[in-house]
């Protein structure tokens, strides 16, 4: 059976744009990615939503048609039914670390911990943290400019205060010089 246009926008919505595996976007490779059987078709998989996945071409390509028959065969993490944190950790270094036997797995046969991909996260990485030093930054700049207004304001206070100061001591000289 063929996947309709519907459903693949849905799945393409659903993920986010992205490799429901490893999270490389469409934007980072300039074009739509592939519709995978979570449960592959040659397997008994079905074309239903809940079994689809959004995946890139290298993490369906290293998938292909895996699927654990029995008990003891190692089973594949579902991106779509248990969370990444569940069972992966990445490091500083962009490196995934598993922490299941599922997601040791997973690592080892979709290759998540390829090259390519760990240059990738580690320019997320820096891209968040530009981000975030861009956001901080613009934070200074406010907290900055609002002082400035508070210390304008400050000022203009302090001028009138001197002023009123002044006039009240002409004030008392020339009562002074009256009684006299
Ligand atoms: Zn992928």
Not at 19 to 45: A, M, N, W
């Amino acid at each position: 059976m063929t996947i309709s246009k519907e459903i693949r926008e849905q799945v393409q919505q659903r993920a986010n744009y992205a490799c429901e595996f490893c999270g490389v976007r469409e934007t980072d490779v300039g074009g739509t990615l592939t519709i995978d059987h979570y449960q592959p078709q040659s397997k008994g998989g079905s074309d239903k939503l809940e079994n689809l996945i959004y995946s890139c071409a290298c993490c369906n390509q290293y998938k292909q048609d895996y699927w654990n028959t029995d008990e003891s065969s190692p089973k594949l993490w579902n991106p779509r039914s248990e969370l990444y944190e569940k069972h992966f950790i990445e490091l500083e270094d962009g490196q995934l670390v598993a922490l299941t036997l599922t997601g040791e797995f997973t690592c080892k046969r979709l290759r998540l911990n390829r090259p390519p991909l760990i240059a990738h996260r580690l320019q997320r990485r820096r891209q968040a943290e530009k981000t975030r030093l861009l956001e901080q930054y613009q934070d200074v700049v406010l907290s900055l400019t609002q002082l400035n207004t508070q210390l304008t304001n400050l000022v203009t206070e302090q001028q009138d205060l001197l002023k009123q100061q002044r006039d009240i001591l002409r004030a008392l000289l020339r009562n002074q010089q009256d009684s006299f």
